[in-house]
């Protein structure tokens, strides 16, 4: 791997220019060449996380910085997949083994932590459940999760670890506990069992590696909040003059007391606070109420913070305070990566050389290192889906409307490059819906139909996440309601904005997405000339019931958000209405997906059947909850495209 040296940070970057061409569906079915980056102390070396080319492993690779040369790759066991690539002593990088799931930009976690030098000589199991060989018993027998939580900086190898039992072994209400681990040797040391009454409790650690804010959930789903007023003092309840509601993740200042956290008081959009927690005030800093502060933005060793970012609008930086030495940095960076947003990752130990990452709707991800003490030189290390770069990709444009209801929502609409006046159009609604949002980012569902000639409308619809619970939960029970609504109040929008071609609209979505689908023309009859569901629910009482069958948190938040009345969800369920869907359909499902199982498909595939509108149907051997392998999802864009051309292509009628 050869780094590439760009000039220093004073000189202006000049756009590509591109010709529009059509991209190979492949190019956006590929699996990215870095999945992960981390800068060592030191800032001698890089470790990164490098999938296979298949998909099936990703590697974690040591690299020289200073010349780019690849000292060691290295495996940790067969279609195993790193993730959370940590350096945790100058010269060892902790990992966790991952999984890749469908729809999942990168892999995920599975609670299992690993380390190894920089040779792989001395690999160890951190946490697992390792089983028996023979006689030869299996060193770690975890039968839970384990989550790397902080790297203690003055203790060379010494790492904080949180780990949660599995419920089956320990019951729902099973405690958190927090482990003080040598990675270099994998010795471990309880530190403490925190008893909350939830097997998962999210922590806040201070500089000393104390910890000071847990956070679980209670059997409503609202938030359980307690924390200790100075690092000697046991737990106690958090009082509404630090948050009526939740602090929702933040970092320690130096001096252990000065907590900056992300509060909601009635479950608003969370904002930043200055927090006194021994005294039990704070000061607001920064925030909207509009929107949450997507991240909070630190800098240096010691995670000054220095910026809040919005995310769920159009993307936006609000400085502290402009004048500070990262503020600076920072917005000098936003201004030579016009156009993306930039976030710092990683800091050597002196702060003299930072990792950074841009990203933007037409960059997938670039990482670089500047070295701040060496003329704010710049090195690219690394891209993420290089083969990208030159091409015509097309412009997320973020969008606000009232609904009928007066709410204002948020959403993007893409149009094909070059694009004038109302393009045919795919409305494409995320997952969840509660929770999940979308973003201003690269997308390769929406880069693949802009670049095919269609405009891609995505809106934020009430129970969307990024505006806080209180808006997510407003939208309970709405599935077929309020959240529709959203949806079509967000096309009347784009058609009325002459973006949208009132002419050539489809629905295309995923799991509550692929509902939506077949959902929206039923409710508009006349607005859409076609539907594709992928992977998605067509049948609320079938999926009431086999929630009953899972953990009693997951049965309990169903019935909450979706509801027990089964004549209402069967009014509100595609399957049972099927004879209302006047249009073409397209059903795309995973033969394995346990989250929205096989008989989903089946009760819309028959219903659209019985309806006399069979509709096209494409099964992926070996897919779950959205397609995994490149060529599955190389034939489900081919597809797509092939579908969409019938009805609302050039040559349709």
Request: with cysteine.
């Amino acid at each position: 791997m050869k780094f590439a040296p760009l000039a220093v940070l004073a000189t202006a970057l000049l756009p590509l220019a591109a010709q529009a061409q059509v991209i190979p569906a492949e190019d956006f079915a590929r699996y990215a060449e870095i999945d992960d980056v981390a800068l060592s102390p030191t800032g001698d070396y890089l470790a990164m996380a490098i999938p296979s080319v298949d998909g099936k492993e990703t590697n974690l690779q040591i690299v020289k910085l200073a010349d780019g040369s690849t000292i060691k790759t290295l495996r940790f066991g067969q279609e195993s997949h790193v993730t959370g690539v940590t350096w945790t002593d100058d010269e060892t990088v902790t990992v966790a083994r991952a999984k890749r799931f469908p729809m999942e930009e990168f892999t995920r976690s599975m609670g299992q932590l690993m380390s190894t030098d920089l040779t792989g000589a001395r690999q160890r199991t951190l946490f697992a459940y390792v089983p028996d060989e023979g006689t030869k018993r299996g060193r770690n027998k975890d039968l839970g999760w384990a989550f790397l939580e902080k790297v203690l900086d003055k203790e060379p190898g010494m790492a904080l670890v949180k780990f949660y039992c599995y419920p089956s072994e320990c019951g729902e209400d099973g405690d958190t506990v927090v482990f003080k681990v040598d990675t270099r040797t994998g010795n471990r040391q309880e530190v403490e069992r925190i008893k909350d009454g939830d097997v998962e409790s999210s922590l806040l650690f201070d500089h000393q590696g104390i910890a000071r804010l847990p956070y679980s959930e209670q059997a409503d789903g609202t938030p359980k909040m307690s924390y200790r007023p100075t690092p000697s003092s046991p737990w106690t309840p958090l009082p509404a003059s630090i948050a009526g509601y939740e602090v929702n993740g933040g970092v320690f200042a130096q001096d252990n007391n000065t907590l900056y956290g992300l509060v909601s008081d009635k479950g608003e959009p969370v904002q930043l606070y200055k927090i006194d927690l021994a005294a039990g005030t704070r000061t607001r800093l920064a925030g909207r109420d509009d929107v949450e502060v997507g991240a909070l933005m630190t800098a240096g060793r010691e995670r000054v913070p220095f910026a809040v970012a919005y995310t769920a609008a159009a993307p936006s930086v609000q400085y502290l305070d402009p004048a500070s030495e990262w503020a600076q940095l920072h917005a000098a960076l936003m201004k030579r990566f016009a156009g993306q947003m930039v976030y710092f990752l990683q800091f050597t130990r002196d702060d003299g050389k930072v990792l950074f990452t841009t990203r933007s709707d037409r960059v997938p991800a670039n990482y670089y290192v500047i070295d701040r003490k060496n003329g704010n030189k710049i090195a690219q290390v690394g891209s993420r889906r290089p083969w990208f770069e030159g091409k015509a990709l097309a412009s997320m444009r973020p969008i606000e409307f009232k609904t009928r209801d007066g709410q204002v929502l948020y959403g993007f609409f893409t149009a094909p490059v070059g694009a004038k006046g109302p393009v045919p159009t795919v409305v494409m609604p995320h997952g969840g819906p509660f929770g999940p949002a979308d973003t201003w980012g690269f997308e390769d569902d929406v880069q693949f139909l802009a670049n095919r000639g269609y405009g891609v409308l995505q809106v934020n619809y009430g129970g969307s996440g990024g505006r806080g619970d209180r808006f997510i939960n407003a939208s309970y029970k709405q599935w077929g309601g309020m959240i529709q609504n959203d949806i079509t109040d967000a096309l009347k929008y784009a058609i009325d904005a002459k973006l949208a071609d009132p002419n050539r609209v489809c629905m295309y979505g995923a799991s509550f997405g692929g509902y939506s689908a077949l959902m929206q023309p039923i409710l508009n009859p006349g607005m859409y000339k076609c539907a594709i569901g992928y992977v998605g629910v067509y049948d609320l009482p079938l999926l009431s019931k086999s929630k009953e069958a899972e953990a009693e948190d997951t049965e309990r938040f169903f019935s909450r958000s979706l509801g027990e009345d089964m004549e209402v969800l069967a009014k509100a369920s595609p399957a049972k209405r099927a004879g209302e869907v006047k249009i073409p359909v397209m059903l795309v499902h995973g033969k394995s997906d346990s989250n929205v199982g096989m008989n989903q498909f089946r009760a819309m595939d028959a219903a659209l059947r019985d309806a006399g509108n069979p509709a096209d149907t494409f099964l992926g051997a070996g897919e779950g909850h959205g397609f995994s392998n490149p060529k599955n999802i190389t034939e489900l864009y081919n597809r797509i495209e092939d579908f969409l051309g019938k009805h609302i292509g050039p040559g349709a009628k």
